[in-house]
């Protein structure tokens, strides 16, 4: 599976969620195989696979169990949450999860690529609502922020 950084989507559901975002990045993951389950399938795959830790710190969790159920059907509506990361929208091909740590909010949409076969799409966003604390706590986060991703979406398939 690789990992690739690409230019933030802008045709996304996640490029219009923060008008004037303070942080956008974005990333291409080639699967091994065809994502016939369709985007459902691809994300509890992506929750579901990841290594305790990075349960417990990008979801509050490190139970199967507890994730098995905020999993649930997989239908992951609006309103609904995994562990901390609550779906904000959804279309056929994308979900918008996101988090808000009351200084900066923090949105990452997983989309089956329109470009390439075998491929999901990654975007994040990122706004300050408290300047000067969002920006010193990104400052920190920022280095690790991209090797998260690369090691979550590897852990995926």
Same mark, same amino acid.
């Given at each position: 599976?690789?990992?690739?950084?690409?230019? &933030?989507? $802008?045709?996304?559901?996640?490029?219009? =969620?923060? @008008?004037?975002?303070?942080?956008?990045?974005? +990333?291409?993951? %080639?699967?091994?195989?065809?994502?016939?389950?369709?985007?459902?399938?691809?994300?509890?795959?992506?929750?579901?696979?990841?290594?305790?830790?990075?349960?417990?710190?990008?979801?509050?969790?490190?139970?199967?169990?507890?994730?098995?159920?905020?999993?649930?059907?997989?239908?992951?509506? &609006?309103? $609904?949450?995994?562990?901390?990361?609550? =779906?904000? @929208?959804?279309?056929?091909?994308?979900?918008? +999860?996101?988090? %808000?740590?009351?200084?900066?909010?923090?949105?990452?949409?997983?989309?089956?690529?329109?470009?390439?076969?075998?491929?999901?799409?990654?975007?994040?966003?990122?706004?300050?609502?408290?300047?000067?604390?969002?920006?010193?706590?990104?400052?920190?986060?920022?280095?690790?922020?991209?090797?998260?991703?690369?090691?979550?979406?590897?852990?995926?398939?």
């Amino acid at each position: 599976m690789d990992v690739t950084e690409v230019v &933030p989507l $802008t045709d996304s559901l996640i490029a219009s =969620i923060f @008008e004037n975002a303070d942080y956008r990045d974005g +990333f291409r993951v %080639s699967l091994s195989r065809d994502p016939h389950a369709g985007i459902e399938g691809f994300v509890t795959d992506y929750f579901r696979n990841q290594p305790a830790w990075l349960r417990l710190v990008s979801m509050n969790t490190m139970s199967l169990s507890k994730l098995a159920r905020a999993i649930g059907d997989e239908s992951y509506r &609006p309103g $609904t949450a995994i562990g901390s990361w609550k =779906i904000y @929208e959804r279309s056929t091909d994308e979900i918008v +999860f996101g988090d %808000s740590m009351g200084f900066m909010e923090y949105r990452f949409s997983l989309r089956l690529s329109r470009k390439e076969p075998c491929s999901v799409e990654v975007s994040t966003s990122v706004r300050y609502l408290w300047r000067r604390t969002g920006r010193f706590y990104f400052a920190i986060v920022r280095p690790w922020h991209k090797r998260f991703i690369r090691m979550s979406l590897r852990h995926a398939l």
